[in-house]
């Protein structure tokens, strides 16, 4: 007999499961569920560059391209940084293409973080970041957000976790699972703080196409932040590219040239023909964001106006697909609720505690899903309310 | 309402007409009174033609035929292609009437049971009207898209039932 817990990495072993895997089990064995838990869009990625992936394998391009990715690719990606978002990065030495934001937040870490770092993560945010910061030999801090302030991190809430001696922030703007999105305003007080604590910070900014009538701001683009700052990207939320596993990561060129040295290793470049096929999403594609996020807005005013309608507070979410009601009335845990829920009225929602336990007393619904499928869904969760659930 | 909602609204309906007024409203952020008045006021304009289902006969009703007709005109005067058109949107077979730019001139779509039903219309109706001068009938084998629905059942939703 092989004793494997002696056997296998620790770091390995301690990772925690995911909240998420338990339900997943659960609505797959279920017919006729409703999912509102699932965290990707429901659009196929649009044909034109499905087509343009066909045409890099029509043509055979089948090999290996530049560790940190096609030149090409490199060149639209700071392009459209800059004209975007007013970011300027060389293409040459601060673009990384990576297999999927998960891979750059993954190598960020593992660069940005020394043995035993503490590493802040306000939450509720993405699951991936605190086992992602324990595998890089890190510890993650939480920094609690609350509802009163719409779950937005606040310069205040940094100042207080000075003590904490952190020296890395991962900030997931718009956030998932609150579709929070922090402002400008709000962002340049948070760098003075960052600034001042002398934090690293990586920024998670997948979903900063997907935004409801404001403005998007990236904090690398505040006063002294792009020097200490990663920011991670991708197309998987935007284009509807989740299958496709392409990010980016920009930065100082400190930072991506180590993250470059893993990457050649580990994962030695991105898939080719889903490169081609981000070129052609950034050349052509935003056209399709805006029709995307348009049907986004109107599904997200059918669910946060639905929740609100059944008792459950839910706030306009800025960002992002994903409204977060605040389930607490029903004197139920967010798990219990979910699980309940999802047993007896087959509808599908994820637990906030899974995002971090200041996430506990929320759900988060992701309206990427049809209009009657949305509609459904909220009549059965009345039904269910009203059958004396929770 | 402002004219962008009102384009949004105008597509909403013509994707699924089945919407209540109070889902419209809120998915466009307006007031359900706004949005019952605006499509009403359509309704009364001829703006809103109508409500109808997007039906696959194929799968319904094996001998119903459908055939696309190119129609030349001898150019008259006096009577232009509207006088022209009218006379052959009026038969109830005819489904669809456009005028069109290029190598012929109205583009009729015709429904029937059975391709000689259609062959007969087309032949002693079509044929027989003044200033028509030739016809070229193309039968439909198979359709795949309508109106911007696809017809064929696609695959289902390939997507996890939860992810993070």
Same mark, same amino acid.
């Given at each position: 007999? !092989?004793?494997w817990?002696?056997?296998l990495s620790?770091?390995?072993?301690?990772?925690?499961?995911?909240g998420?895997?338990?339900?997943?089990?659960?609505?797959?064995?279920m017919?006729?569920v409703?999912?509102?838990?699932?965290g990707? *869009?429901d659009?196929v990625?649009?044909?034109? !560059?499905?087509?343009?992936?066909?045409?890099?394998?029509?043509r055979g391009?089948?090999?290996?391209?530049?560790?940190a990715?096609?030149?090409s690719?490199?060149?639209?990606? /700071?392009?459209?940084l800059? @004209?975007?978002?007013?970011?300027?990065?060389?293409p040459g030495? +601060?673009?990384?293409?990576?297999?999927?934001g998960?891979?750059a937040?993954?190598?960020?870490?593992?660069?940005?973080?020394?043995?035993? +770092?503490?590493?802040?993560? *306000?939450e509720? @945010?993405?699951?991936?970041?605190?086992?992602?910061?324990?595998?890089?030999?890190?510890?993650?801090l &939480? !920094?609690?957000?609350?509802?009163?302030?719409?779950?937005?991190?606040a310069?205040?809430?940094?100042?207080? $976790?000075?003590?904490?001696?952190a #020296?890395?922030?991962?900030?997931?703007?718009?956030n998932?699972?609150?579709?929070?999105v922090?402002? #400008?305003?709000?962002?340049?007080?948070?760098?003075?703080?960052?600034?001042?604590?002398?934090?690293?910070?990586?920024?998670?900014?997948i979903?900063?196409?997907?935004?409801?009538?404001?403005?998007?701001?990236?904090?690398?683009?505040?006063?002294?932040?792009?020097?200490?700052?990663v920011v991670?990207?991708?197309?998987?939320?935007?284009?509807a590219m989740?299958?496709?596993?392409l990010?980016?990561?920009?930065?100082?060129?400190v930072?991506?040239?180590?993250?470059?040295?893993?990457?050649?290793?580990?994962?030695?470049?991105? *898939?080719?023909?889903?490169?081609? /096929?981000?070129?052609? /999403?950034?050349?052509t594609?935003?056209a399709?964001v &805006?029709?995307?996020?348009?049907?986004?807005?109107?599904?997200r005013?059918?669910?946060?106006?639905?929740?609100?309608?059944?008792?459950?507070?839910?706030?306009?979410p800025?960002?992002a697909?994903?409204?977060?009601?605040?389930?607490r009335s029903?004197?139920?845990?967010?798990?219990?609720?979910a699980?309940?829920?999802?047993?007896? /009225?087959?509808? $599908?929602?994820?637990?906030?505690?899974?995002?971090?336990?200041?996430?506990?007393?929320?759900?988060?619904?992701s309206y990427?899903?049809?209009?009657?499928?949305?509609e459904k869904?909220?009549?059965?969760v #009345?039904?269910?309310?009203?059958?004396?659930?929770? | 309402?402002? *004219?962008e909602?009102?384009?949004?609204?105008?597509?909403l309906?013509?994707?699924?007409?089945?919407?209540?007024?109070?889902?419209?409203?809120?998915?466009?952020?307006? =007031?359900? =009174?706004?949005v019952?008045?605006?499509?009403?006021?359509?309704?009364?304009?001829?703006?809103i033609?109508?409500? $109808?289902?997007i039906?696959?006969w194929?799968?319904?009703?094996?001998?119903?035929?459908?055939a696309?007709? =190119?129609?030349?005109?001898i150019?008259?005067?006096?009577?232009?292609?509207?006088?022209?058109?009218?006379?052959?949107?009026?038969?109830?077979?005819?489904?669809?009437?456009?005028?069109?730019s290029?190598?012929?001139?109205?583009?009729?779509?015709?429904?029937?049971?059975?391709?000689?039903?259609v062959?007969?219309?087309? &032949?002693?109706r079509?044929?027989?009207?003044?200033?028509i001068?030739?016809?070229?009938t193309?039968?439909?084998?198979?359709?795949?898209?309508?109106?911007?629905?696809?017809?064929? +059942?696609?695959?289902d939703?390939?997507r996890?039932?939860?992810t993070?």
């Open positions: 007999m !092989i004793d817990g002696n056997r620790p770091l390995a072993q301690n990772v925690p499961p995911s998420i895997r338990r339900f997943f089990d659960l609505a797959e064995t017919e006729d409703i999912s509102l838990g699932v990707e *869009p659009f990625t649009p044909w034109h !560059i499905r087509e343009a992936g066909l045409y890099a394998l029509e391009m089948t090999s290996y391209t530049a560790n990715g096609l030149l690719l490199r060149i639209a990606i /700071a392009e459209y800059r @004209t975007r978002f007013g970011l300027h990065y060389s030495t +601060d673009v990384l293409v990576t297999v999927g998960s891979e937040i993954d190598l960020a870490l593992r660069v940005m973080v020394r043995p035993g +770092d503490r590493v802040l993560i *306000p509720p @945010t993405y699951v991936a970041y605190r086992p992602l910061i324990q595998l890089a030999g890190g510890v993650p &939480s !920094i609690a957000l609350r509802p009163e302030t719409g779950f937005r991190l310069a205040e809430d940094l100042l207080a $976790a000075a003590e904490l001696g #020296r890395t922030i991962i900030l997931c703007n718009p998932n699972p609150t579709g929070a922090i402002d #400008r305003l709000g962002l340049e007080r948070l760098a003075q703080v960052i600034e001042k604590l002398d934090l690293l910070v990586i920024c998670d900014e979903y900063a196409e997907i935004l409801y009538g404001v403005d998007y701001t990236s904090l690398a683009s505040c006063s002294g932040m792009r020097e200490r700052t991670v990207g991708g197309f998987s939320k935007a284009f989740t299958g496709w596993r990010g980016y990561a920009c930065g100082p060129d930072i991506i040239q180590s993250m470059l040295r893993v990457h050649q290793y580990t994962m030695l470049c991105a *898939p080719v023909m889903a490169q081609m /096929a981000a070129l052609e /999403a950034l050349d594609g935003l399709d &805006s029709v995307m996020v348009a049907e986004y807005d109107r599904r005013r059918l669910i946060v106006h639905g929740m609100n309608a059944l008792g459950l507070p839910t706030s306009d800025q960002g697909f994903y409204a977060f009601p605040d389930i029903t004197g139920m845990t967010s798990n219990a609720f699980e309940d829920l999802l047993v007896r /009225a087959k509808v $599908a929602v994820v637990p906030g505690s899974v995002f971090g336990r200041p996430g506990e007393g929320f759900v988060r619904c990427a899903t049809g209009i009657d499928q949305l869904a909220i009549e059965r #009345r039904q269910y309310l009203r059958a004396g659930g929770g | 309402m402002g *004219p909602h009102e384009k949004d609204l105008l597509k309906l013509q994707e699924n007409a089945k919407l209540s007024y109070e889902t419209l409203a809120t998915m466009l952020g307006e =007031e359900v =009174e706004t019952r008045q605006r499509v009403e006021s359509w309704e009364q304009d001829g703006i033609r109508g409500y $109808a289902a039906v696959n194929d799968r319904v009703d094996e001998d119903r035929v459908t696309i007709i =190119e129609v030349t005109v150019p008259q005067r006096s009577v232009g292609f509207d006088e022209v058109a009218r006379r052959i949107y009026r038969f109830p077979e005819v489904q669809a009437v456009l005028l069109l290029g190598s012929y001139d109205l583009q009729v779509v015709v429904e029937g049971h059975r391709i000689q039903e062959a007969r219309f087309v &032949s002693e079509l044929a027989a009207i003044d200033f001068q030739s016809t070229t193309h039968f439909i084998l198979k359709t795949y898209k309508v109106d911007g629905v696809v017809l064929e +059942d696609g695959d939703d390939q996890l039932v939860i993070p």
